[in-house]
């Protein structure tokens, strides 16, 4: 198993572009998450997802959408990029039971906005 | 509000040198507290999972412990490859969502 890939590993942007960053899991997990990781900050959940079809919102959810149209991917889109979105991102996926399993993190998405 | 505040920030061992990190935590029921291992470049490795004070884990050098207020987590006789920054992270009935603190940077010198 290839666990939780995601693409790309790093990404240069300027302020309103737009752009996808690419999670996929192979292990059949239904929930499946989005964290940003900030220098002297904890890891902030941006919007997760407990099956196909159904998201909802984390803790700094703004600027960024998401959807699930399959059990494997879940993409994190940026509208339109911004000088504060400059951070690294993580992708981690669960059993069906939630939060409360263990979380299984990818590699991870560092982005810079200029 | 829920809270999770790790120390120290950085902690340089000689190999050898036992130690522990705290994680401090006030959250409205816990349902589960976790500690999780982070190389430089890489994403977060799930150590442990403790459910209710008293509970102890252990793997290789390390061993995690859960009190009612805080967790700890020893290093016993550590070696240059449990270098890595250590994260807490609290679930509470409350939120229901993960609060991670900010780490732990542990080095550890031959």
């Known amino acids: 198993n290839a666990g939780v890939t995601q693409t790309p590993k790093f990404q240069v942007l300027k302020t309103g572009q737009s752009m996808t960053l690419q999670c996929a899991q192979d292990?059949?997990?239904?929930?499946m998450s989005w964290y940003r990781q900030d220098p002297g900050m904890g890891l902030r959940l941006i919007h997760y997802s407990v099956g196909a079809g159904i998201t909802d919102q984390g803790e700094v959810p703004n600027g960024y959408n998401v959807s699930r149209s399959t059990t494997e991917d879940f993409p994190l889109r940026l509208l339109s990029a911004a000088p504060s979105q400059t951070s690294v991102y993580f992708c981690a996926s669960s059993t069906g039971t939630g939060f409360g399993e263990t979380q299984y993190f990818g590699p991870g998405t560092r982005l810079l906005v200029l | 509000e829920d809270q999770v505040t790790q120390s120290p920030e950085a902690l340089r061992l000689q190999e050898g040198e036992s130690s522990s990190l705290n994680c401090s935590y006030t959250v409205s029921g816990l349902r589960g507290l976790f500690w999780y291992r982070q190389d430089p470049g890489k994403g977060p490795e799930f150590l442990f999972t403790?459910?209710?004070a008293g509970e102890e884990k252990e793997k290789e050098r390390l061993k995690a412990t859960l009190t009612k207020k805080e967790s700890f987590l020893h290093i016993t006789a550590p070696k240059p490859e449990d270098s890595a920054t250590y994260l807490c992270?609290?679930?509470?009935?409350?939120?229901?969502?993960?609060?991670f603190g900010t780490g732990t940077r542990l080095q550890v010198f031959p």
């Open positions: 292990m059949n997990h239904e929930y």
């Open positions: 992270a609290v679930l509470s009935y409350n939120t229901d969502k993960l609060i």
């Open positions: 403790l459910y209710s």
